[in-house]
């Protein structure tokens, strides 16, 4: 499995791992809103991440991993406030919490890298 394939599937981990938590939560006013902000963010980066993989270049897949890292950012901050409110006990997502920071600091490495590649590129005039 080459490095592209283990973060896409780590991400479509996630994104199911958090689909699973938003069907255990209580369907109350706020679960329904939480969960609802929760699915959208935590789905997008694999599908993200999916489309950075075959990006048309090397400009557009910096772009991709933004939004990527922009979305697992989002799914952070829902998971904690999850917790934070009690919709569902911490000991149930700690392990997919500590998957999302590991993901963002793999996704933020990975975009550094490449925007730096980009610079380089269009510094010294090679084609991208």
Not at 23 to 37: E, F, T, Y
Not at 46 to 62: I, T
Not at 68 to 81: A, I
Request: include cysteine.
């Amino acid at each position: 499995m080459t490095k592209g394939e283990d973060i896409q599937e780590r991400l479509t981990g996630l994104a199911i791992s958090a689909l699973n938590f938003c069907k255990a939560m209580p369907r109350s006013p706020m679960g329904i809103h939480v969960s609802g902000q929760l699915m959208r963010c935590a789905t997008s980066p694999a599908s993200n991440y999916a489309e950075a993989r075959v990006s048309e270049s090397r400009r557009d897949f910096v772009h991709k991993l933004g939004i990527v890292l922009k979305e697992l950012n989002q799914s952070r901050m829902w998971f904690r406030v999850v917790v934070e409110t009690g919709l569902l006990p911490q000991a149930m997502l700690r392990a997919v919490q500590t998957e999302s920071d590991e993901l963002c600091k793999i996704v933020y490495s990975s975009r550094r890298t490449a925007a730096s590649r980009l610079a380089n590129t269009v510094r010294y005039g090679r084609p991208s």
